[in-house]
């Protein structure tokens, strides 16, 4: 099969010395990645600025804001069977990018920050789409309750809810800790392990997954 990863954060520039980012090391993408390739699958990442040795044999787009990474995405999701949105994709940019360092005055100081767009909602909205689509939800509360909410509202087939509230899990970490939800309501859980290998379990999930759906649809996959 045919993977696209998304990893790491994006970059939304505030003037040619700053930026808004946030603290996605990448490790989670880049280890499903890793374990799609163990298994002989095909594996596009498109990661954001990250400190991570790129995994051999994956074709690496490397982008740095949302924009790039949305255009990355649309152009290569429906070379994919299997779209997995990993990334930590910026909500907000600035609304003006300076093109000369921003000085300091003293006083207060305001940046006005607009939206940007959400990928795997644009993605979701796609009738079309051939490809098994998976997204990610990090979430300080509620965990189960808001990724089921943002299952439905990106029109996903899976996402993978992850708990970012402690330091020991999630963000940064090498472990993690997942609830997996499913469109028809079904959900698994994976209890706190290193990353790299609960990114082995997801790829069989998703894998099992999308071989039932394409089955379903008799789609044949070369
Ligand atoms: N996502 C995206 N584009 C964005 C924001 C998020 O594609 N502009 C994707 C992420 O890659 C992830 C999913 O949407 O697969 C959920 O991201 P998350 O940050 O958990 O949630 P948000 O949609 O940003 O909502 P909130 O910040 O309110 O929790």
Known sequence: MRFLITAGPTREP???????SNRSSGKMGYAIAEAALAERHDVTLISGPVTLEPPRNAKLISVSTNDEMFEA???HADKCNICVLCAAVADYKPAHVSSTKIKKHGAKFSLELIPTRDILDSLGRRQDRQFVLVGF???TDHVEENAAKKLRAKNCDIIVANDVSGADSGIESDMNEVIILFRDGEKTKIS???KK???RDLVKIFLDFATKTFDKKNVMIN
């Open 197 to 199: 290998n609960i990114a």
């Open 73 to 75: 995405v649309h152009r």
């Open 192 to 194: 706190r392990a290193l």
């Open 137 to 139: 939800a990090a979430e």
């Open 14 to 20: 505030i003037d040619p010395v700053r930026y808004i």
